[in-house]
């Protein structure tokens, strides 16, 4: 199984980069009068595409972009004019930070209503639950984040004002990731450090909560299926102490939650773009909003790649997690 998932990563790759091309080539827009400007003549917006090589057949546009990505380049931003690489790489340190934080907030919130209501299947906690599991998927992301912003900053002062990942008044530790909250460590500005997490809190939690939902929904199935499996009844007709009988029939639900984590993956990208716009952050994900609005092809596609590429790396990885840890997905691929 784990030599077919490694198989498909190229093909998986080529696929999705060339789909990222031909999707933008094909949509009609004239990046080059983006880059040449609103007011640019005829002449000035044809000088642009001679510059940029968009006046070459999307044959031709189409090999030297594959020959790019044998080589490694993902190409030269319009805007920025720096290499599409380098750019995503200062940029997605901070995207994966939120990710993981949102993921480690969905996971646990999620898993715990999931599992309490399936513990306590049709009693007050599964009610509670699951208007808590209706109210988070009936609510877009960027509105709960735009109601924990007027509830928790604007009217209580909880925590501080959506401005960036530090205080306008903070000054930033060295940089080395790129992400505040990291770089404050080594070198041990811990006034950052308690800045920077501060400005994290409220879109890693609105984040995290709604992609709760989705946990929530699975853990219950699996959960209530194995309580209620032949292998259960056995165990507490032997008087296992619920608390044992509770723990080890998470641990079988264990493999749809796994499976769920590499599902959500893209949920996580769209978000993070959305999250980042709404609390000023500098992502790659935000940059890809704003290059998206410029037509700025080269960071788009660059983009496109690196996320499918991480996409399609992040299931391989679960893949394997489940593969070592459910001895019954071993033997059906044996």
Not at 39 to 46: C, D, G, L, S
Not at 182 to 195: E, T
Not at 214 to 229: D, E, H, M, P, Y
């Given at each position: 199984?784990?030599?077919?998932?490694?198989?498909?990563?190229?093909?998986?790759?080529?696929?999705?980069?060339?789909?990222?091309?031909?999707?933008?080539?094909?949509s009609?827009?004239?990046?080059?009068?983006?880059v040449?400007?609103?007011?640019?003549?005829?002449?000035?917006?044809?000088?642009?595409?001679?510059?940029?090589?968009?006046?070459?057949?999307?044959?031709?546009?189409?090999?030297?972009?594959?020959g790019?990505?044998?080589?490694?380049?993902?190409?030269?931003?319009?805007?920025?004019?720096?290499?599409?690489?380098?750019e995503?790489?200062?940029?997605?340190?901070?995207?994966?930070?939120?990710?993981?934080?949102?993921?480690?907030?969905?996971?646990?919130?999620?898993?715990?209503?999931?599992?309490?209501?399936?513990?306590?299947?049709?009693?007050?906690?599964?009610?509670?639950?699951?208007?808590?599991?209706?109210?988070?998927?009936?609510?877009?992301?960027?509105?709960?984040?735009?109601?924990?912003?007027?509830?928790?900053?604007?009217?209580?002062?909880?925590?501080?004002?959506?401005?960036?990942?530090?205080?306008?008044?903070?000054?930033?530790?060295?940089?080395?990731?790129?992400?505040?909250?990291?770089?404050?460590?080594?070198?041990?500005?811990?006034?950052?450090?308690?800045a920077?997490?501060?400005q994290?809190?409220?879109?890693?939690?609105?984040?995290?909560?709604?992609?709760?939902?989705?946990?929530?929904?699975?853990?219950r199935?699996?959960?209530?299926?194995?309580?209620?499996?032949?292998?259960?009844?056995?165990?507490?007709?032997?008087?296992?102490?619920?608390?044992?009988?509770?723990?080890?029939?998470?641990?079988?639900?264990?493999?749809?939650?796994l499976?769920?984590?590499?599902?959500?993956?893209?949920?996580?990208?769209?978000?993070?773009?959305?999250?980042?716009?709404i609390?000023?952050?500098?992502?790659?994900?935000?940059?890809?909003?704003?290059?998206?609005?410029?037509?700025?092809?080269?960071?788009?596609?660059?983009?496109?790649?690196?996320?499918?590429?991480?996409?399609?790396?992040?299931?391989?990885?679960?893949?394997?997690?489940?593969?070592?840890?459910?001895?019954?997905?071993?033997?059906?691929?044996?």
């Amino acid at each position: 199984m784990i030599a077919g998932r490694l198989i498909a990563i190229p093909v998986s790759l080529f696929a999705v980069a060339s789909l990222a091309f031909w999707m933008i080539r094909l949509s009609g827009t004239n990046a080059a009068s983006s880059v040449a400007g609103e007011y640019a003549t005829p002449e000035a917006i044809a000088q642009t595409e001679r510059q940029l090589g968009l006046d070459r057949g999307l044959w031709d546009q189409y090999a030297s972009f594959l020959g790019g990505l044998l080589r490694g380049d993902l190409g030269t931003s319009y805007f920025t004019r720096q290499p599409v690489a380098e750019e995503l790489a200062a940029r997605l340190p901070l995207d994966a930070t939120l990710g993981v934080l949102a993921l480690a907030v969905a996971v646990a919130a999620g898993v715990a209503l999931g599992a309490v209501g399936a513990w306590y299947r049709a009693a007050w906690p599964d009610r509670a639950g699951r208007s808590v599991v209706a109210l988070l998927q009936s609510v877009p992301e960027f509105v709960f984040a735009l109601v924990l912003i007027y509830v928790l900053f604007f009217h209580l002062r909880l925590l501080p004002a959506p401005v960036g990942q530090l205080a306008l008044d903070q000054a930033a530790p060295p940089r080395i990731t790129g992400v505040a909250v990291l770089d404050a460590v080594p070198a041990g500005d811990w006034a950052a450090f308690r800045a920077a997490a501060a400005q994290l809190v409220l879109p890693v939690v609105s984040f995290g909560l709604v992609l709760s939902a989705v946990f929530a929904k699975v853990t219950r199935s699996a959960f209530g299926s194995v309580l209620a499996s032949p292998q259960v009844e056995y165990a507490r007709a032997l008087g296992l102490p619920p608390r044992r009988v509770f723990l080890s029939a998470l641990t079988v639900s264990r493999t749809a939650i796994l499976t769920t984590v590499a599902i959500v993956s893209g949920a996580l990208i769209g978000g993070n773009a959305i999250m980042q716009k709404i609390f000023s952050l500098d992502g790659a994900a935000a940059f890809g909003v704003d290059s998206i609005l410029k037509l700025d092809l080269p960071v788009v596609q660059g983009l496109v790649l690196v996320f499918g590429g991480i996409t399609v790396v992040l299931f391989l990885l679960i893949d394997i997690l489940i593969l070592l840890l459910d001895p019954r997905v071993r033997a059906a691929s044996s």
